[in-house]
C-alpha cells in the first residue's frame, strides 16, 4: 500500500485541503487504514471527480480505492454483475457493451466510481424509470467503523443512509449490480431546440417518457424573449433493424455503428485560460444553439457518445479561472416550475457566464436518507467560482429553493450552509441518528460533513 501526503481538491479546483492519502492494494490494507485511522477519521476517495468537497479531508486520512477495479463475471441468468468500488463506469460500459449489457444507469460521465456512483446515489437521464444509480444495486460490501466488511441489503436501514450518504457510514468495497440487456451499441436519437424555458418544458412533457432517455442544455445567457432557450435531447437503444443496410452484421461495441457523417457535437469555441466571461460565454451558447438542428429524429450515434459526450471534450476547467468552478445543481417538484423561472431569469438578467447547463426530469424519490433526486425538475449549472457576489446569489438561489420544498445537490456541493441542509433535507435527523450509532466515534470524516455538520 502506498502512502503519502497530498492537497486535493474536487474536480471544480476549489479549496484544497491537505491529508494523508492511502492507496490500498486490497480489503485488508483498506480495513487497516479504517482501524489506525487518526483523531480527524478517514473518508473515501475514487477519481476525484466530485466537484465539491465530499472526497478531502483536512489534516486527516483519505482512502482512495482506485486501485481497487477488478470486475467479476456476468450472471447472464441474473443480469448481473459483481465487480469493485474503484472500478470506473467508463470502463464497466466497455467490458459489459460488448457482451449484450449495459451498467443499470449512467450519469452524464463515466469517470467516476462504481463506489462514487453509490456514495452518490447518482441520477441518469431515464431516472423516471430507473431511478438513480443505488436503485439497481442488488447488494453492497460497506467497510464499517470496528474495521469489519459487511454484506448490506436493500430495504435495510444501512443501506437506505449508504446510498446517497457521501461515504459517511463506511467505505464501500464492492457491489453487485443489476444489468440491462440491449441488442446493440447504438443510440437512437432526437434532437430539438426549443425558443424559451417555457416551451422546453412544453416539450419535455409532451413527449411523455416514449423516449426513456431525456436532458436539455439550456442557454442561461439569452434574454428577453429567449430566456431560457435550449436544445432537448432524447434517446432509446437502437434495435438491430435501425442500423444502415451497410453497416452490417450488429456488433455490441461503443465504437460500432456511428451513423456516417455523424456531426461532432457542438462544443466550446477555444479560449483562453481563464478568459471566460460574460461576452465569451455569450457567443459559445449562440454558436452552441445555431448549431443544432431545429428538430431531428432517428440519429444513430454510439453509447458512449450519447451518454458521456463531454468525455470526448477537452478539459475545460482552465476557461473557469484559477479559482475553479462552482457546480450548483438543485431540485424543485412539478408545480413549482414559477421558482425554476425566476432562477433562471435572475441568471440571465445578472450576465453570469455559463455554458453548461443541463436540464432534467425526476421520477418517483430514492430511498436513501440523503438522496438527491425527487419529482420534479433538475437544473446544473457551472460558474466560474471567482465570480464576484457568487456567494450571495447561490445563497439567495437556495432560500428560494427550499422555499418551494426544493433541495441541492451535496455530493457536488462546496459551499452551502448547515442550515440550509436542514431545511431541505427532512431525514437529515435520521440519517445523523443512525450514524451516531454506527459510528459513535466519526470515524468517517470529509471537509463537507464537518463544514454542513452531517
Known amino acids: 500500500m ?20 492511502f492507496r490500498p492494494r486490497g480489503h485488508e490494507e483498506a480495513a487497516a487504514v479504517v482501524r489506525g485511522r487518526g483523531p480527524r477519521g478517514v473518508i473515501a476517495r475514487g477519481l476525484g471527480r466530485s466537484p465539491g468537497d465530499a472526497a478531502q479531508n483536512a489534516g486527516g486520512s483519505v482512502l482512495d480505492l482506485s486501485g481497487l477495479a477488478r470486475i467479476g463475471g456476468v450472471d447472464a441468468a441474473a443480469g448481473v454483475v459483481r465487480c469493485d468500488a474503484g472500478v470506473s463506469l467508463e470502463r464497466l460500459l466497455g467490458v459489459l457493451l460488448p457482451l449484450g449489457w449495459l451498467p443499470p444507469v449512467l450519469p452524464g460521465t463515466g469517470r467516476v466510481t462504481v463506489g462514487g456512483a453509490i456514495a452518490s446515489d447518482l441520477p441518469g437521464p431515464d431516472h423516471r424509470r430507473a431511478g438513480s444509480f443505488a436503485r439497481q444495486v442488488s447488494a453492497l460490501e460497506l467497510l464499517t467503523a470496528d474495521g469489519e466488511v459487511r454484506t448490506v441489503l436493500p430495504g435495510t436501514a444501512l443501506f437506505d443512509a449508504t446510498t446517497g450518504g457521501l461515504g459517511l457510514t463506511g467505505v464501500v468495497l464492492g457491489a453487485t449490480l443489476r444489468l440491462r440487456r440491449v441488442g446493440t451499441g447504438l443510440m437512437s436519437v432526437s434532437t430539438e431546440r426549443a425558443a424559451d424555458l417555457d416551451d422546453l418544458l412544453a416539450r419535455f412533457t409532451a413527449g411523455g417518457d416514449r423516449l426513456p432517455y431525456a436532458s436539455a442544455w439550456v442557454d442561461l445567457t439569452a434574454r428577453g424573449r429567449a430566456t ?52 465569451a460565454a455569450a457567443l459559445c451558447n449562440e454558436v452552441r444553439y445555431r448549431g443544432s438542428p431545429r428538430a431531428r429524429t432517428g440519429e444513430l450515434r454510439p453509447v458512449s457518445a450519447f451518454f458521456h459526450s463531454s468525455d470526448a471534450l477537452p478539459d475545460v476547467r482552465p476557461l473557469y479561472g484559477r479559482g475553479g468552478l462552482v457546480r450548483y445543481r438543485f431540485t424543485v417538484g412539478y408545480g413549482q416550475e414559477e421558482t425554476l423561472h425566476r432562477v433562471v431569469r435572475r441568471i440571465a438578467a445578472g450576465r453570469s457566464p455559463a455554458v453548461r447547463a443541463v436540464l432534467q426530469r425526476f421520477g418517483a424519490a430514492d430511498p436513501g436518507l440523503l438522496s438527491f433526486a425527487a419529482p420534479g425538475w433538475s437544473l446544473e449549472l457551472d460558474l466560474p467560482a471567482a465570480l464576484p457576489g457568487l456567494g450571495r446569489f447561490l445563497d439567495g438561489v437556495d432560500e428560494e429553493v427550499a422555499a418551494a420544498g426544493g433541495r441541492v445537490c451535496l455530493a457536488q456541493d462546496s459551499r452551502m450552509r448547515p442550515e440550509t441542509v436542514a431545511a431541505m433535507y427532512p431525514r437529515l435527523a435520521e440519517f445523523r441518528e443512525l450514524r451516531a450509532c454506527l459510528d459513535p466515534a466519526g470515524a468517517f470524516r470529509s471537509d463537507l460533513s464537518r463544514r454542513l455538520g452531517l
Open 228 to 279: 431560457g432557450r435550449g436544445i432537448l435531447t432524447r434517446g432509446e437503444h437502437a434495435t438491430p433493424d435501425m442500423r444502415p443496410a451497410h453497416a452490417g452484421r450488429t456488433r455490441l461495441s461503443q465504437r460500432s455503428g456511428a451513423a456516417p457523417g455523424r456531426s461532432r457535437l457542438p462544443g466550446l469555441p477555444p479560449l483562453p485560460g481563464g478568459l471566460l466571461g460574460p461576452a
Open 2 to 21: 502506498s502512502v503519502d501526503t497530498v492537497s486535493l481538491t474536487g474536480w471544480g479546483r476549489t479549496a484544497p485541503t491537505t491529508a494523508v492519502r
